[in-house]
């Protein structure tokens, strides 16, 4: 349920209402507006239904969600969220590029390809320090060793960071590297770790899960935003489907969709979701094309020595080619890079 506020409310008729939704056991959120500020009412709603809520002061109306996740939802926020990242915006007219290696294997393979994304236009370094492997006899990834030198070097190039986290006990940990935490599709459910990364203060990408719908997604959103953590981007990365081509399908309607429902952005990951380095950069463009706000690329310098990932990880000039690719078509969307 959404209660709109009079343009002149007062604070202290702000804080008699929240005082009031806390008393009968739910959580309201404020989110003030340019014109009009808003609370969210979090929880079992019934109660409120026999409150004279349009009797408080300052109360304008009244409007219910309909839609299972309120605070992730366009009902609750009409505006596009917009994600600010030193100064790198996520969300508003410009695509942003957040590209790397799928693991860190090692300071001058990190360093190496980081050069090679700058400059081709990434904002964001990827790299994964705690890899979630189907084997447990594969690369595990190398821990706090590999958040530092992913720091060291994206400090060095003036970029962000961008790194998935495993376990609820690591969230210190990698807020103390990190500017971006990235959940993966293994974990979009895992709503211990949901609920932790919900009490942080950086921002969060969640990764939809292998065979989770666009609602299954944004419910998991609902998780984090309900702790009190707004910055959060959806990441499209392709859901198992029959075929077996590629190594996922990517599903384009999900950008349109999730942008319709929801106010928070997308980012599309082209590289888990074809499989096949020579998928990458069309199923990119598709994704600028649909509405996308960023991508998160996989790029390796020798990808067939990769520790994973090897066979969907792009050579750095095939990067760059992918990068011309989409500005063209952001541009014929109205986007820019
Ligand atoms: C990754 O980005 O390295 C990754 C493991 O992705 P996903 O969770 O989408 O499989
Ligand atoms: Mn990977």
Request: glycine fraction near 8%; charge should be neutral; proline fraction near 5%.
């Amino acid at each position: 349920m959404i209660i709109v506020l009079k343009p002149d409310i007062t604070k202290e008729e702000i804080e008699h209402l929240t005082e009031k939704i806390k008393a009968w056991g739910l959580t309201p959120v404020v989110s003030k507006g340019i014109e009009r500020s808003i609370v969210g009412v979090i929880g079992e709603e019934d109660v409120l239904r026999s409150q004279p809520l349009e009797a408080f002061p300052g109360v304008e109306k009244v409007i219910p969600i309909l839609a299972p996740y309120k605070l992730v939802s366009r009902e609750f926020k009409s505006e596009n969220t917009v994600i600010d990242i030193k100064g790198i915006s996520i969300g508003g007219k410009r695509i942003v590029n957040m590209a790397g290696p799928c693991s860190i294997e090692s300071y001058d393979q990190l360093k190496g390809i980081a050069e090679h994304v700058k400059i081709s236009g990434a904002q964001v370094l990827r790299g994964g320090a705690f890899k979630p492997r189907t084997s447990p006899y594969s690369f595990q990834g190398l821990g706090e060793e590999g958040l530092k030198m992913l720091r060291e070097i994206a400090d060095n190039l003036d970029m962000a960071v961008i790194t998935e986290i495993m376990d609820p006990r690591d969230l210190g940990l990698l807020e103390k590297y990190t500017d971006i935490i990235q959940v993966g599709a293994r974990n979009m459910q895992n709503f211990t770790l949901l609920k932790e990364v919900g009490q942080s203060k950086k921002p969060v990408l969640l990764k939809r899960g292998i065979s989770a719908t666009v609602k299954e997604l944004l419910m998991a959103a609902e998780y984090i935003l309900a702790g009190g953590n707004f910055q959060v981007m959806l990441c499209e990365r392709g859901i198992r489907t029959f075929e077996t081509a590629t190594r996922f399908t990517l599903d384009i309607n999900a950008i349109s969709v999730i942008k319709q429902k929801s106010h928070l952005p997308v980012i599309v990951d082209p590289s888990h979701s074809t499989g096949k380095w020579n998928l990458v950069a069309p199923a990119a463009a598709a994704a600028i094309a649909a509405g996308a706000d960023g991508l998160i690329t996989e790029v390796h310098t020798s990808p067939e020595d990769a520790f994973s990932d090897g066979e969907q990880s792009l050579l750095p000039d095939r990067y760059s080619k992918m990068i011309d690719l989409i500005g063209s078509v952001a541009k014929a969307v109205g986007r820019e890079i």
